[in-house]
């Protein structure tokens, strides 16, 4: 989805269809920069389409804007999420441009890759086998060198869940074109999913060196590795940054509600809130912007309109993780019958997207550890575990340990999860309350009584059910006892009676 990266790729998109430039009102100057700054943006086009605008030398001519489709070519050529009707229209019309001509490789590509944007953020994940159709086509009609393709099925395979695919093909696109930045963004998340953070850190300091800063898509990217290295107050500011620039209302709310996210992750609800609000006002169509809402509303005991926000963002992008969130919520509020609907609905909802490629192993097996088989869960998560050693992982299946009462299993994972050297620096009260819930089965009373209050400190209402189940853990454990912990430091050696000690060698 990026700028072509050769002339030949650029006349090939030249020759597609173009989109039909809406009217202009009357001819405008245009300063060499901005023309400069926009030629660089639509030439992008060679990936998301092959719809190229060319702006005049002339100075006082005037180009037409592009339409709908066109817009949303700029925005992928320049990194930025493009508005959701935009996307649609883009859709529309490279289908109408594939039909007629079933050899053009690119514009395959541009399909597959708008199928894949869209699916994601909207949880249509019907999109997604039309994606890999039209972008194993693109690689049929362009089987070498088709870079394009090969980064459309890293995006495909990311969006999917399936980390390995993710890593393989964006291995494959850095390989075709090694100073292609677009090719290098969804191998960050291959990386980071497969629990290579090294390997995430070297990709993102190579992205950001092609990039000269370019899009949301990079900024987003850099916030979540910094997240991993538990670097909150860097990811807040390089997004706080970028939301102040960005350039349109999709990539600003996209950014705001990253922001959000990162807020409550932080134990900041109402900061959280207000950010998934200027999200929403931004775009109305960043669903996941309600999710984020109703989470913070739920942190700020505001439940009420904490459901009528879930079931919001359920309707607008049924993920079976906002389905999972909502059921506990019912739990913590007793209401047990409507709990049981929103984890039919998550079972539902999983075999669906199952159908169309997508793993969901990680939020079905956090589901079946709390509220249904945890044996199921820890057989299920074991098979994560060997294809995407993750941070998220490891919590998941300690927990599903913890759930089947192997605690010493549960130990090893959840320290795993936790480890500032084995899985980065990240801080999350949930992975927290974890582990010092263990701790605690096992006697490790000191450590319980640390993991437990560092996940209240970090975020009170990570959770409306383990939130409390935190805190009355910590309360049982209690205060160490006064003095400090019997024998803290280890016993001095012991002293020998003068008569048996020895003076010291003279040299």
Not at 252 to 264: E, N
Not at 400 to 417: I, K, N, P
Not at 430 to 449: D, F, I, Q
Request: proline fraction near 7%; include cysteine.
């Amino acid at each position: 989805m990026e700028i072509a990266e050769n002339a030949e790729d650029v006349q090939t998109s030249a020759q597609a269809v173009a989109p039909v430039p809406e009217p202009v009102a009357a001819p405008r100057r245009r300063s060499p920069a901005v023309r400069r700054a926009v030629v660089a943006a639509v030439t992008g086009c060679a990936v998301l389409g092959g719809v190229l605008v060319l702006l005049p030398d002339e100075e006082h001519k005037a180009a037409p804007l592009p339409g709908p489709a066109g817009r949303a070519v700029i925005a992928a050529a320049v990194g930025a999420p493009a508005a959701l009707p935009d996307l649609t229209a883009l859709i529309g019309e490279r289908e109408a441009r594939v039909r007629a001509h079933p050899r053009d490789g690119l514009s395959w590509a541009a399909l597959g890759a708008a199928y894949v944007e869209r699916g994601s953020r909207t949880a249509r994940t019907a999109d997604y086998p039309l994606a890999e159709r039209a972008l194993r086509s693109s690689l049929a009609a362009r089987p070498k060198g088709n870079v394009e393709a090969l980064d459309g099925l890293a995006a495909l395979a990311a969006a999917r869940g399936d980390w390995r695919g993710a890593r393989v093909y964006g291995e494959a696109a850095v390989k075709v074109a090694p100073k292609r930045w677009s090719s290098y963004v969804a191998l960050v998340d291959a990386y980071r999913g497969t629990g290579d953070y090294k390997a995430a850190d070297r990709t993102l300091e190579k992205l950001t060196g092609l990039s000269s800063g370019a899009g949301t898509s990079v900024t987003q990217r850099t916030a979540a590795v910094y997240g991993d290295r538990g670097w909150r107050e860097d990811a807040a500011a390089v997004l706080a940054d970028a939301s102040a620039r960005a350039g349109t209302p999709a990539e600003r709310a996209a950014l705001l509600r990253q922001s959000g996210d990162l807020a409550w992750d932080r134990g900041e609800p109402a900061d959280a809130l207000r950010h998934q609000d200027a999200a929403l006002a931004a775009d109305p169509s960043c669903h996941a912007a309600l999710a984020g809402r109703a989470r913070a509303l739920a942190s700020l005991g505001r439940t009420a309109e904490a459901v009528k926000a879930y079931q919001l963002a359920l309707a607008k992008q049924p993920e079976p993780g906002y389905a999972l969130e909502l059921g506990e919520l019912y739990e913590s509020l007793g209401d047990e019958r409507a709990a049981d609907a929103q984890y039919a609905a998550l079972r539902a909802r999983v075999a669906a997207q199952r159908a169309h490629g997508v793993d969901d192993a990680l939020v079905l097996g956090r589901f079946e550890a709390d509220h249904g088989d945890p044996e199921a869960a820890v057989a299920r998560l074991r098979a994560e575990w060997s294809r995407a050693p993750g941070i998220a992982v490891a919590d998941a299946l300690g927990w599903a340990y913890h759930r089947a009462g192997d605690e010493d299993a549960a130990h090893w994972f959840l320290r795993r999860a936790t480890d500032r050297q084995k899985g980065g620096t990240v801080r999350n009260a949930s992975y927290s309350y974890h582990l010092g819930a263990v701790e605690r089965e096992l006697g490790l009373y000191g450590a319980a009584r640390r993991h437990l209050g560092e996940a209240v400190r970090i975020n009170p209402g990570f959770s409306p059910l383990y939130g409390p189940a935190a805190r009355e853990a910590l309360n049982a454990v209690g205060s160490p006892p006064e003095g400090g912990v019997p024998q803290m430091w280890p016993p001095k050696p012991p002293v020998a009676p003068a008569s048996k000690q020895v003076a010291p060698t003279r040299r």
